[in-house]
């Protein structure tokens, strides 16, 4: 069996994470979506969160799981078995921060990463921007799954009155 962790932090999933899910998933067996936890960042989203919205918003690929961690993606993907790591790339900068943290991946474990390069229709998105175009009442329906929408619009406006 063939399969590959794809990790993010996915705060929220958008419309181009899903499209480099969808593509892994037709290379491999299984693809585990990895919530990456970084204790030291507030998200907008939970973890667990993160965990339900990919879920449904990947429930029509059988071969796709959801998961979370928090440490060396390596050593997960070594848990899990799988010597893959699916990464998109959206551009220059991108590359030049994966490649280094695809080397030493390999170094550190013989995990190897592969690129997916993203649909020109999403290579500008990012959730960041999501978040700061939705937070300033710009329209982002088009770029989030409809299970996100919603979700994302409530929690901006919790923050907002906070």
Known sequence: MTGAVCPGSFDPVTKGHLDVITRAAAQFDEVIVTVMI????????????????????????????????????????????????????????DFDYELQM?????????????????????????????????????DVEDMVPDCVYSRLLTRIAERKAE
Do not use: C
């Open 102 to 138: 695809a080397q030493m991946n390999q170094k550190l474990s013989g995990v190897d990463t592969l690129f997916i390069p993203a649909n020109p229709r999403w290579s500008f998105l990012s959730s960041s921007l999501v978040k700061e175009v939705a937070t300033f009442g710009g």
């Open 38 to 93: 970084n204790k030291s960042k507030r998200g907008l989203f939970s973890v667990d969160e993160r965990i339900a919205m990919i879920g449904e918003a990947t429930a029509h690929l059988e071969n796709v799981r959801i998961s979370s961690w928090h440490g060396l993606l390596v050593d997960y993907a070594k848990q899990e078995g799988y010597t893959a790591i699916v990464k998109g790339l959206r551009g220059a900068n």
